[in-house]
């Protein structure tokens, strides 16, 4: 099955710059979805098919995706984006999707 | 309001069963594919199970086949899991999700979801 790698955390100081990476095999093959989940909240999409922002989600947040690297990028890092961040794809020999480990967002 | 509440969780004995719902609202239910997702305590996420718009496709996470079951019912608005034989180890809050269709692959994100039931499994 397919694997996708995510660092267990990132600390970045506010008003920087965070950049979350999520390691899989060729993975700049496939769309790349990234999720935001908070203490105690559901997930909520902020990047899907590698770059896109859905409606609501601050221009701060934008993604990248080549090789066997994607990257969620967070400019100017507020306290309120400390959260856990997953990264997701679809395997496609199963066609079933898969989620990163994901990656805990230190705001110092 | 694009809305999901996810219902039925609770505590249940290992090898128990229980049915867990998800009422959709603001939005045209049927013509969204649909999945269940969850979370063990302080875990990450794990992808539970899928099924499309007119239930033509679903597909189950090898940790749940042959034990779980995914279905809607498109004129009430609501999505279901029904589990049986449970484990400890599907100890989780339970969240069901839209797919939003930005690929052509199919392959897309999740971008409504639910509150979450709990479900733990314990003796």
């Known amino acids: 099955s397919y694997v996708l790698t995510q660092p267990p955390s990132v600390s970045v100081a506010p008003g920087k710059t965070a950049r979350i990476t999520c390691g899989g095999n060729?993975?700049?093959?496939?769309?790349v979805h990234w999720y935001q989940q908070k203490p105690g909240q559901a997930p909520v999409l902020v990047v899907y098919d590698d770059s896109d922002r859905p409606s609501g989600i601050p221009e701060r947040f934008s993604g990248s995706n080549s090789g066997n690297t994607a990257t969620l990028t967070i400019s100017r890092v507020e306290a309120g984006d400390e959260a856990d961040y997953y990264c997701?794809?679809?395997?496609?020999?199963?066609?079933?999707?898969?989620f990163g480990g994901g990656t805990k967002l230190t705001v110092l | 309001e694009v809305q999901l509440v996810e219902s039925g969780g609770g505590l249940v004995q290992p090898g128990g069963s229980l049915r867990l719902s998800c009422a959709a609202s603001?939005?045209?239910?049927?013509?969204?594919?649909m999945n269940w997702v969850r979370q063990a305590p302080g875990k990450g996420l794990e992808w539970v199970s899928y099924?499309?718009?007119?239930?033509?496709?679903?597909y189950y996470a090898d940790s749940v086949k042959g034990r779980f079951t995914i279905s809607r019912d498109n004129a009430k608005n609501s999505l279901y899991l029904q589990m049986n034989s449970l484990r400890a180890e599907d100890t989780a809050v339970y969240y069901c999700?839209?797919?939003?269709?930005?690929?052509?692959?199919?392959?897309?994100?999740?971008?409504?979801w639910g509150q979450g039931t709990m479900v733990t499994v314990s003796s």
């Open positions: 603001g939005f045209t239910f049927s013509s969204y594919s």
């Open positions: 999700a839209r797919q939003n269709p930005t690929t052509v692959t199919g392959h897309d994100a999740f971008d409504i």
């Open positions: 997701q794809v679809w395997d496609s020999s199963s066609d079933h999707p898969v």
């Open positions: 099924i499309s718009s007119s239930s033509s496709t679903i």
């Open positions: 060729n993975i700049g093959s496939k769309s």
